[in-house]
């Protein structure tokens, strides 16, 4: 009932910007939860950030505080993630996440979700 596609991946320079987009397929309530996770080779699939699809209870992780945002559009159907200043340590696969049940934050635990995109690429060199 959920169909998630990422794009706007690519490979950039440190201090660079980039704007992933997450486009959702089918019906969408404003408790539903948006996240991004991201995962690099030989790590574990971590949190980023999230929000609900009405764009509160807004949530980072620590490494990408003050650097990423989360911006629901709900006129577009999509979800951005909008990332600045981007460091080496910001590779890896970027993935969009939905969880159709309420949740007073978004969870930081992959299991938590029940949808997920493909990926997108991010690679940022020094």
């Known amino acids: 009932q959920v169909v998630l596609v990422e794009s706007g991946g690519g490979a950039v320079q440190a201090g660079d910007s980039l704007r992933l987009s997450c486009a959702i397929s089918?019906?969408?309530?404003?408790?539903?939860?948006m996240s991004w996770f991201r995962q690099a080779p030989g790590k574990e699939r971590e949190f980023v950030g999230g929000s609900r699809w009405d764009g509160t209870v807004p949530r980072y992780a620590d490494s990408v505080k003050g650097r990423f945002t989360v911006s629901p559009d709900g006129a577009k159907n999509s979800v951005y993630l909008q990332m600045n200043s981007l460091k080496p340590e910001d590779t890896g696969k970027y993935y969009c996440a939905v969880d159709i049940r309420y949740h007073s934050v978004p969870p930081t635990l992959s299991g938590e979700y029940g949808y997920w995109g493909q990926g997108t690429q991010v690679t940022v060199s020094s």
């Open positions: 089918g019906p969408t309530y404003s408790f539903y939860m």
